[in-house]
């Protein structure tokens, strides 16, 4: 089943803040459910806007 871009948006930016607030080992275990849960290949995943801070944040 494939997640609608909404659904992925929503996804990514709750998973985003426990990736930020974890260190390397719980980044690597929330990076691989976020590829679990949106079908993004562990290679390819968006890591880096994981780790981006918010564009209002900034």
Request: aromatic share 6%; glycine share 10%; with cysteine.
């Amino acid at each position: 089943m494939r997640l609608d871009l909404e659904t992925r948006k929503k996804i990514t930016e709750v998973t985003a803040g426990r990736y930020r607030a974890s260190g390397k080992k719980g980044k690597s275990k929330t990076l691989d459910e976020f590829c679990q849960t949106t079908g993004y290949n562990r290679r390819l995943a968006p890591a880096h806007k994981l780790g981006q801070e918010a564009a209002g944040d900034a």
